[in-house]
């Protein structure tokens, strides 16, 4: 298939440019660079062998978009394209609702202009607010506890409507819980800007020097631990379960909704040993007040992605740690860094991953 990806050039658009490619799927992809390095371009084709294109545009520009759409023909569209700081979603909620939602709606439009009616859209376990049970099932109550939460569980719903409006259309909306990890070649991964939002990043940058200490948002929930507890998972098992969605979806001819998780818990203590195991690295860390808006404990229930596409998380900490660390420790300055010559994955990976890797 041909496939626009919006937002593409990100931390989880670009690993499942790689593995789309693997899968001999053709990618183009549309960024408006808001939150990524024109720098991705060359690491990805040198993963996938071949070259990729890469758009400069944004998803709100309906004259570039149809432009595009006009030249590539398109079969599906994946739609990474977003926001997603939560704590500058609380600060600038009208940016959130006018790039998340407004994104949406335009790209939608320009999908249905198109005649392209097949979407795979990143939302999140963030529509689940605080879950008053886990593991977290489909099914369970959807709540917005902040702006950005809001805009992913409004996207859901319009891509809802439209697919009641138009029968033609099908859309899997792919609630990923925790993502984390790189590429085990280390030539893509995470590379936030500014201040990391979130744990594993503040982890890797503490692990090379940038940071002094990580900060454990609370020692005193009812979990395992007193810490936080998420479902991190690898985020080339979340690259891997766009390509089983979209297979599926065109396969099967229907649209669904799933969970993107392992199913277990990880508490933020659990993960910086890991870390440190993985890395031999210390992580000093002090124990501060919780964190505003934080739950205690989310996980995934990710049997229904397991019974429909026939996905299941293969990475396990371990690895989501040793390849976090393998791409930190390759670009202490993320895409700024030099690309260096030997980048050769140097790690086991399971089969499954192997296999479908095989190309890049
Ligand atoms: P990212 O910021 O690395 O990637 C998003 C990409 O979209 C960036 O390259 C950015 O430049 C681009 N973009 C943003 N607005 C755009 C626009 N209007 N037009 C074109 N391009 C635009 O983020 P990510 O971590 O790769 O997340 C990808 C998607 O997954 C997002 O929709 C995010 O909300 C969702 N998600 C992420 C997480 C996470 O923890 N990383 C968890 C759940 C859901
Ligand atoms: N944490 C710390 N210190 C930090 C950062 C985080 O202790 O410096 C803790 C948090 O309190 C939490 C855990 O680490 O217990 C994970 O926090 P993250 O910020 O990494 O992840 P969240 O689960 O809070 O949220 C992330 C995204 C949301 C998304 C959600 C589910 O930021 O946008 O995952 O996908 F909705």
């Known amino acids: 298939?041909?496939?626009?990806?919006?937002?593409?050039?990100?931390?989880?658009?670009?690993?499942?440019?790689?593995?789309?490619?693997?899968?001999?799927?053709?990618?183009?992809?549309?960024?408006?660079?808001?939150?990524?390095?024109?720098?991705?371009?060359?690491?990805?084709?040198?993963?996938?062998?071949?070259?990729?294109?890469?758009?400069?545009?944004?998803?709100?520009?309906?004259?570039?978009?149809?432009?595009?759409?006009?030249?590539?023909?398109?079969?599906?569209?994946?739609?990474?394209?977003?926001?997603?700081?939560?704590?500058?979603?609380?600060r600038k909620p009208l940016d959130y609702f006018d790039n998340n939602i407004g994104?949406?709606?335009?790209?939608?439009?320009?999908?249905?202009?198109?005649?392209?009616?097949?979407l795979v859209f990143s939302s999140s376990a963030t529509v689940y607010g605080d879950p008053s049970q886990v593991p977290v099932r489909e099914d369970a109550g959807l709540q917005a506890l902040n702006p950005y939460g809001r805009t992913k569980l409004v996207a859901e719903q319009l891509i809802e409507d439209l697919c009641r409006a138009d029968d033609r259309f099908r859309a899997?909306?792919?609630?990923?819980?925790?993502?984390?990890?790189?590429?085990?070649?280390?030539?893509?991964?995470?590379?936030?800007?500014?201040?990391?939002?979130?744990?594993?990043?503040?982890?890797?940058?503490?692990?090379?020097?940038?940071?002094?200490?990580?900060?454990?948002?609370?020692?005193?929930?009812?979990?395992?631990?007193?810490?936080?507890?998420?479902?991190?998972?690898?985020?080339?098992?979340?690259?891997?379960?766009?390509?089983?969605?979209?297979?599926?979806?065109?396969?099967?001819?229907?649209?669904f909704t799933v969970n993107l998780g392992t199913g277990r818990g990880i508490s933020v203590l659990e993960l910086v040993h890991a870390f440190e195991r993985a890395s031999g690295q210390r992580i000093p860390y002090e124990i501060v007040e919780r964190r505003p808006g934080d739950s205690a404990e989310v996980f995934a229930d990710p049997a229904l992605a397991q019974q429909l596409l026939g996905w299941r998380a293969q990475y396990d900490v371990d690895a989501m740690c040793r390849d976090a660390w393998h791409w930190q420790a390759m670009n202490p300055q993320g895409y700024r860094s030099p690309l260096r010559r030997a980048a050769a994955p140097r790690v086991e990976r399971p089969r499954r991953a192997v296999a479908r890797l095989a190309g890049a």
């Open 172 to 255: 899997a909306n792919l609630r990923y819980f925790n993502p984390v990890g790189a590429h085990p070649s280390g030539l893509i991964g995470e590379d936030p800007c500014g201040e990391p939002n979130n744990l594993m990043p503040y982890i890797c940058q503490v692990a090379v020097g940038q940071r002094d200490h990580l900060r454990v948002f609370g020692g005193d929930y009812p979990t395992v631990d007193g810490t936080g507890v998420r479902d991190y998972i690898h985020v080339v098992d979340l690259a891997q379960a766009h390509a089983d969605a979209l297979e599926y979806m065109v396969s099967a001819d229907r649209g």
């Open 1 to 90: 298939m041909r496939i626009l990806v919006c937002g593409g050039a990100g931390y989880i658009g670009s690993h499942a440019c790689v593995t789309l490619c693997s899968r001999g799927h053709h990618v183009v992809i549309a960024d408006s660079g808001v939150n990524s390095s024109p720098r991705v371009l060359q690491r990805l084709q040198r993963l996938v062998g071949a070259p990729v294109s890469l758009h400069r545009v944004d998803i709100r520009d309906r004259r570039a978009m149809a432009a595009l759409f006009a030249t590539y023909h398109f079969d599906a569209v994946l739609h990474f394209a977003a926001l997603k700081a939560v704590g500058e979603s609380c």
């Open 103 to 118: 994104g949406t709606i335009a790209l939608l439009q320009s999908m249905q202009e198109a005649g392209v009616r097949r």
